[in-house]
């Protein structure tokens, strides 16, 4: 019963180095999405991939870029990263439609000194 | 940007005591969903709402979907220590499509025995 696996849990970066959030899910969803979670603002949607071979921009995309591998994978990259996107990150799977609950991963805890 | 206010944003409260959380928008939604999260972890659903003036009740929680769809409410009757949590409303809006939620900013609540 893995769901939605995350990795890392934990990250520490210096201003400028890049690093690569991998996430994949075991529920054959075809949408799978990047949120950041920033105290007071709730999860705010970075990208996000309705299907395989497609991704779109959300709410905060800047300094961010993902890849959508294949159905089960879809990794968001830092190309150098920011003190302010000092956050916890999290990658969630749902089918398309937008009744049925998205599964969220247990989180990248993510530190950019 | 079509945003979704949440409140309040914390609530600290006695055993036994009930309590509610409101979720309000000026559009309307197609699904209103509501998760909890614990520290550490992904948040989980407790519930969708779909149908404007839909109750829909998990044992003590009490969910509401306003008739216009563009608000929502959780009430807990008789709260107990293992409800603390952070409790976020989730909106998809009519118009938005692959499953793209809006988050609220959440509430934390803690119940003291």
């Known amino acids: 019963n893995a769901g939605v696996t995350q990795t890392p849990k934990f990250q520490v970066l210096k201003t400028g180095q890049s690093m690569t959030l991998q996430c994949a899910q075991d529920m054959n969803h075809n949408s799978m999405y990047w949120y950041r979670q920033d105290p007071g603002m709730g999860l705010r949607l970075i990208y996000y991939s309705a299907s395989e071979g497609t991704t779109d921009k959300g709410e905060v995309p800047n300094g961010y870029n993902v890849s959508r591998l294949n159905k089960r994978e879809f990794s968001l990259r830092l190309e150098s990263a920011a003190p302010s996107q000092t956050s916890v990150y999290f990658c969630?799977?749902?089918?398309?439609?937008?009744?049925?609950?998205?599964?969220f991963g247990q989180g990248t805890r993510l530190t950019v000194v | 940007t079509q945003l979704l206010e949440q409140s309040p944003q914390f609530l600290s409260i006695q055993e036994g005591e009930n309590l509610t959380v409101y979720c309000n928008s000026s559009?309307?939604?197609?699904?209103l969903q509501w998760y909890r999260q614990e520290p550490g972890e992904g948040p989980v659903l407790l519930v969708t709402v779909v149908t404007g003036g839909e109750v829909k009740k998990l044992k003590r929680l009490t969910f509401q979907f306003g008739d216009a769809r563009k608000d929502s409410s959780l009430h807990i009757t008789a709260a107990q220590p293992g409800d603390t949590g952070l409790y976020l409303c989730a909106g998809a809006f009519v118009g938005t499509s692959y499953g793209k939620l809006t988050f609220g900013q959440g509430t934390i609540l803690t119940v003291h025995p």
């Open positions: 969630a799977s749902s089918e398309a439609s937008g009744y049925t609950e998205a599964f």
């Open positions: 559009s309307v939604f197609s699904s």
